[in-house]
């Protein structure tokens, strides 16, 4: 990249710009996989729990 520099073979394709107002994370996604991620959690908690205790008998 840097040998690419020197010999003047960069372009830049768009100057870079200062956003308007901060960046908010999006709340509603983030609950919507939170709630995913720990319905997929549960349930395979649930087949560990019984799988390891059928083991032991």
Known sequence: MAVATE???VKIASLAYEPK??????KKLNIAIAGVLGLFVGIFFAFFLEFWQKGKS
């Not at 107002?21 to 999006?26: E, R, T, V």
């Open 7 to 9: 010999s003047g073979m």
């Open 21 to 26: 107002g901060p960046i908010k994370p999006n």
